[in-house]
């Protein structure tokens, strides 16, 4: 039942609720306190009158003995001049020695004498003792009843008789129910304008902020983007204000990995059309060569047959290396490949990956410079990661610098990073592919090729660099391609 009401019906329900606790804990109070002042000024008022009726009045016979039948008509004629009080004569342990009570009304034989001691030594009033006639304790008047200096007993007189008693009930319940109408009253009218308050003070931002992201469930990404634009708080009031600046920052969150999801999945498709034509080009013209020496297998000569055969072969290891490559930069971008880290020297695995190249250095006359400082620190890295990333930028420098060119290597340290550049005297890199020499190569981008645009080598680095830690970039020189990348001590 609880569960199915709004925001405002529980806080309006819970006010209720604590404004009917309030006023039934101040009536009770109320009622206590009123109860005690008047037991205290009924006390007080009427406390010397056991000790008046004892000055005046023989309680006691000469022997010091108390007479029932003698003080049966002095208590009858006191009570009828004050039908509020009843009269009694303890002994000095709390018996009763005489009363006027009529036959049967007498509930106890004797009272605590505690009560009477504390009421002689003056203690604070109200004092309640223990009524005969009930098992309810009343407040009282007492005196002492002596002879020759010896005490005898006490006047023990109930202020609150029965009949005060009975008009006092008859009075409470009247009390009693009018207080109980005006706190229904007043809890309704303070109830309302609790609730009418609490809807607009508090429930009302509620609503407005519910009512601003109630759309997410019908139109999801249309409302989150219309969330994610409006403004934040500079400086949020209250929780209503700052719980709508987090819904806007969250929006504006989601709205932003939508927007990076949807390029994501541009450059995927892109990616697919890419991939697609590169493989179709080199198997169109694999199965091109291989047809035709199906076909004209009887025609042509060893030399022919053999020159179709090296063209079909290259075009296989382009399709294979292409392969390769795809499986390669998935595994990557899956993150099913991790770094087997190891401490190394960068200068001899730049030196290995070197003298792999000597020949083709040699027969393209080309000039290799390598710059490596002594000493260098290890570095952690992976091992193979490292020299696939060297390999790769070296390979690309070599094809692409024309016969008699130079090739730069240098290595230096730079922080906490060990700083690495290939650069060429080739022709450079067209300014239209710089910005998208790093992503993943698109065949609707008519001025790229496959040859300039570097393959998917280049990405196959930028991953396994990220991996590190580390970063690439395309340095801005006078003449041919410099890349630089660092990977962190």
Avoid at 275 to 282: A, F, K, Y
Avoid at 438 to 450: G, H, T
Avoid at 475 to 484: I, L, T
Wanted: glycine letters at 6%; one cysteine or more.
């Amino acid at each position: 039942m609880i569960r199915r009401l709004t925001l405002s019906q529980r806080l309006t329900l819970l006010f209720i609720a604590l404004l009917s606790l309030c006023a039934i804990v101040a009536c009770g109070v109320q009622l206590w306190a009123s109860n005690q002042y008047g037991n205290a000024m009924v006390q007080r008022l009427s406390g010397g009158l056991a000790q008046h009726i004892v000055q005046r009045e023989p309680l006691l016979d000469k022997q010091g003995k108390v007479e029932r039948s003698a003080l049966q008509p002095l208590f009858n004629r006191l009570m009828t001049f004050n039908p509020s009080v009843e009269l009694y004569v303890l002994s000095p342990q709390g018996e009763l020695l005489a009363d006027a009570a009529p036959p049967g009304h007498i509930k106890r034989q004797s009272v605590s004498i505690a009560p009477v001691l504390q009421a002689l030594n003056g203690a604070t009033m109200p004092v309640y003792g223990d009524d005969p006639r009930s098992d309810k304790q009343k407040v009282f008047s007492v005196a002492p009843l002596r002879q020759n200096g010896e005490l005898r007993g006490y006047l023990y007189i109930i202020l609150q008789g029965e009949e005060l008693n009975a008009l006092a009930d008859q009075a409470w319940q009247k009390t009693l129910w009018s207080t109980v109408l005006w706190s229904l009253l007043l809890v309704a009218l303070f109830g309302a304008l609790a609730g009418g308050l609490v809807w607009y003070w508090v429930t009302r931002p509620v609503r407005l902020l519910t009512h601003e992201v109630s759309g997410l469930e019908q139109d999801s990404i249309s409302a989150i983007k219309q969330l994610a634009a409006q403004p934040l708080e500079p400086q949020p009031a209250g929780e209503v204000a700052l719980l709508r600046n987090t819904f806007i920052e969250l929006a504006q969150k989601i709205a932003s990995q939508w927007d990076q999801l949807a390029d994501s999945d541009r450059q995927r498709r892109e990616f697919i059309a890419n991939i697609s034509h590169d493989l179709r080009t080199p198997l169109t013209a694999l199965l091109g060569y291989l047809e035709t020496l199906s076909l004209k297998s009887a025609t042509l000569s060893a030399e022919e047959s053999q020159h179709y055969l090296a063209i079909a072969l290259r075009q296989g290891h382009k399709v294979r290396h292409l392969s390769q490559q795809l499986f390669e930069l998935a595994r990557l971008e899956h993150g099913s490949i991790k770094p087997q880290r190891e401490r190394f020297a960068i200068g001899e695995l730049i030196s290995d990956v070197a003298q792999k190249f000597d020949l083709a250095v040699e027969t393209r006359q080309l000039k290799l410079h390598i710059e490596v400082p002594r000493p260098l620190p290890m570095i952690n890295a992976d091992l193979s990661m490292i020299e696939r990333v060297v390999t790769n930028l070296l390979d690309n420098a070599i094809r692409h610098t024309p016969p008699g060119g130079e090739i730069g290597l240098k290595v230096w340290q730079e922080g906490e990073q060990l700083q690495v550049e290939v650069n060429d005297s080739g022709p450079g890199i067209d300014k239209p592919l710089r910005e998208t020499l790093f992503q993943r190569p698109s065949a609707l981008n008519l001025q790229a090729s496959r040859d300039n645009r570097g393959g998917l080598g280049l990405l196959i680095v930028k991953r396994m660099l990220e991996l590190h830690g580390g970063e690439i970039r395309l340095m801005e020189v006078a003449r041919g391609a410099s890349f630089r990348f660092y990977v962190p001590l």
